[in-house]
Nanobody, 126 residues
Framework: VTLAESGGGSVQSGGSLRLSCALS??????????MAWFRQFPGKDREGVAV???????TYVASVKGRFTISKDNSKKIVYLQMNSLKPEDTAMYYC???????????????????WGQGTQVTVSS
C-alpha cells in the first residue's frame, strides 16, 4: 500500500487549500480502510487532524472543527482534506495515513496506522 499526498502550498491567513491523498494497493476488491490526516509542527509530535471511517463517520481535532472537512472518493481511493479559514497556527507538514478496517477495532486517532504518505507542507502567512 502506498499513499501519495498533494495539494499543499502557501496561502494567506483566511485562505483555503485542499489536500488529496491517493491510495494505491493491489487489492481489486475495494478493501475498506480507516483513513486519517495528521500534521506535525516543527519540533513537536505528530497530531491527528481528521479521521474518516469506512462508513464515512468523521472525527476532528477541536482546533479545526468547522474549518476543515475530510471526505473520500471510494471509487478513486482518494481522501481529501478541505481546509478553509486557514490560520498561521495551521502551518505544518500534513500526512495522510491508512489502516485496514478491521471490524473489531475502532477507527480514530489512536488507531494503529500502518501506512503513511511522505507529507505535504502547508504554510499559512499572516
Amino acid at each position: 500500500v502506498t499513499l501519495a499526498e498533494s495539494g499543499g502550498g502557501s496561502v494567506q491567513s483566511g485562505g483555503s487549500l485542499r489536500l488529496s491523498c491517493a491510495l494505491s494497493d493491489s487489492d481489486s476488491t475495494n478493501r475498506p480502510y480507516c483513513m486519517a490526516w495528521f500534521r506535525q509542527f516543527p519540533g513537536k509530535d505528530r497530531e491527528g487532524v481528521a479521521v474518516i471511517d469506512s462508513d464515512n463517520t468523521t472525527t476532528y481535532v477541536a482546533s479545526v472543527k468547522g474549518r476543515f472537512t475530510i471526505s473520500k472518493d471510494n471509487s478513486k481511493k482518494i481522501v481529501y482534506l478541505q481546509m478553509n479559514s486557514l490560520k498561521p497556527e495551521d502551518t505544518a507538514m500534513y500526512y495522510c495515513a491508512a489502516a485496514p478496517r478491521l471490524s473489531w477495532l475502532s477507527c480514530n486517532f489512536e488507531t494503529y496506522f500502518a501506512y503513511w504518505g511522505q507529507g505535504t507542507q502547508v504554510t499559512v502567512s499572516s
